[in-house]
């Protein structure tokens, strides 16, 4: 009796330790979500309200995926797309690259580099809510600077018989946009390609089949300037 008495003892003891672990384990996972929703905190109140733009350099740059995203099809009606507005844009000091097994990209800070990407304004909160669950844990919204493209002219045919433009105008101005913050290990030392995630991945991630995408010029066209600038 008096060994049973012991091991119950124990037992009690151990359970108790486990209880309490497991209570940590809870409040850590509680504090996690509590910081990673911290940089939305301010977005309480109607779902139609204004967010601050939002400048995307990877998946979200082709239209048909943000349009998932935030209106849940890639093709939504004109009447909830057209109060977009979609502007070629340049973050400095930061550099894009592929995570390992992955078909997006993360974002980390990098001297003297540069990001070519999407400066997207005429976002609401509640489009900034489903933007930052499709983000997840990986990453973080932050306040940045980019060079957006506001006005440029038509010019004349290129060689490849494709347009091209002068007089381009930049602008510096606030945006909003997700940092990678789990490990830099799983980043692979390459630029991540928009062109090859267009052709080869894009399908799967709008919900698009293929003969609708290769209808869907404006997927590039309306995205306008997705070049690499030196």
């Given at each position: 009796?008096?060994?049973?008495?012991i091991?119950?003892?124990?037992?009690?003891?151990?359970d108790?330790?486990?209880?309490?672990q497991w209570?940590?384990?809870?409040?850590?996972?509680?504090?996690?979500?509590?910081?990673?929703?911290?940089?939305?905190?301010?977005?309480?109140?109607?779902?139609?309200?204004?967010a601050?733009p939002?400048?995307?350099y990877?998946?979200?740059?082709?239209?048909?995926?943000?349009?998932?995203?935030?209106?849940?099809s890639?093709?939504?009606?004109e009447?909830?797309?057209?109060?977009?507005?979609?502007?070629?844009a340049?973050?400095?000091?930061?550099?894009?690259?592929?995570?390992?097994?992955c078909?997006?990209?993360?974002l980390?800070a990098?001297?003297g580099?540069?990001?070519?990407?999407?400066?997207?304004?005429?976002?609401?909160?509640?489009?900034?809510?489903?933007?930052?669950?499709?983000?997840g844990r990986?990453?973080?919204?932050?306040?940045?600077?980019?060079?957006?493209l506001?006005?440029?002219?038509?010019?004349?045919?290129?060689?490849?018989?494709?347009?091209?433009?002068?007089?381009?105008?930049?602008?510096?101005?606030?945006?909003?946009?997700?940092?990678?913050?789990a490990?830099?290990?799983?980043?692979?030392?390459?630029?991540?390609?928009f062109?090859?995630?267009?052709?080869?991945?894009?399908?799967?991630?709008?919900?698009?089949t293929?003969?609708?995408?290769?209808?869907?010029?404006?997927?590039?066209?309306?995205?306008?300037l997705?070049?690499?600038?030196?």
């Open positions: 009796m008096e060994n049973d008495s091991s119950s003892s124990t037992d009690t003891v151990v108790d330790q486990s209880d309490s209570r940590a384990k809870y409040l850590e996972i509680v504090r996690n979500q509590l910081a990673r929703h911290s940089a939305v905190d301010n977005l309480a109140g109607e779902e139609h309200e204004p601050p939002c400048f995307f990877g998946t979200l740059m082709a239209l048909p995926v943000l349009y998932n995203v935030i209106y849940r890639p093709e939504p009606p009447h909830m797309s057209s109060h977009l507005t979609v502007r070629p340049i973050l400095k000091n930061y550099r894009r690259r592929l995570i390992l097994h078909e997006y990209p993360g980390t990098h001297p580099s540069q990001v070519a990407g999407s400066f997207v304004s005429g976002l609401t909160k509640a489009n900034l809510w489903d933007l930052h669950n499709f983000e990986e990453y973080e919204l932050v306040p940045v600077k980019v060079d957006v506001t006005e440029r002219t038509l010019g004349p045919l290129g060689p490849d018989g494709k347009p091209t433009y002068e007089n381009e105008i930049w602008k510096e101005m606030d945006a909003m946009t997700y940092i990678y913050i490990s830099e290990d799983r980043l692979v030392d390459r630029e991540w390609c062109q090859s995630y267009m052709e080869n991945q894009m399908g799967n991630w709008s919900g698009l293929a003969s609708s995408l290769s209808n869907q010029t404006w997927a590039t066209g309306k995205m306008l997705f070049r690499r600038l030196k």
